[in-house]
């Protein structure tokens, strides 16, 4: 896969990088490996969600399941992108306190 096509929240697995070796490039990896499986699957649940709605035939209890199924779906996206922004800041935080002091004059 081309570098320029990746996100910047991707992680990276190529040879040869130590990401992995500090604690934020551990955590920026996780962050982008969650965000890689968990957002596919709530968008697949919101089209699940959708799909039960439209074949619903009107019945009351299986809407009701449906619109469920959409506003959990959606509200588990909003979790996962907050996490996400939440991990990204505590990856910046680590990396800021770990550098070693400006040397004074």
């Given at each position: 896969?081309?570098?320029?096509?990746?996100?910047?929240?991707?992680?990276?697995?190529?040879?040869?990088?130590?990401?992995?070796?500090?604690?934020?490039?551990?955590?920026?990896?996780?962050?982008?490996?969650?965000?890689?499986?968990?957002g596919?699957i709530?968008v697949?649940?919101?089209?699940?969600?959708g799909?039960?709605?439209?074949?619903?035939?009107?019945?009351?209890?299986?809407?009701?399941?449906?619109?469920?199924?959409?506003?959990?779906?959606?509200?588990?996206?909003v979790?996962?992108?907050?996490?996400?922004a939440?991990?990204?800041?505590?990856?910046?935080?680590?990396?800021?306190t770990?550098?070693?002091?400006?040397?004074?004059?």
């Amino acid at each position: 896969m081309d570098s320029h096509l990746k996100p910047g929240f991707a992680p990276s697995f190529t040879a040869g990088t130590n990401n992995s070796s500090s604690i934020t490039g551990t955590i920026q990896v996780i962050a982008g490996s969650l965000i890689y499986v968990a957002g596919p699957i709530a968008v697949l649940m919101i089209a699940i969600g959708g799909f039960r709605y439209v074949t619903s035939r009107g019945d009351s209890t299986q809407m009701e399941n449906a619109k469920k199924t959409i506003l959990y779906a959606i509200i588990g996206l909003v979790v996962i992108i907050i996490s996400w922004a939440i991990a990204v800041n505590i990856a910046l935080i680590f990396s800021t306190t770990n550098q070693p002091a400006a040397p004074t004059k």
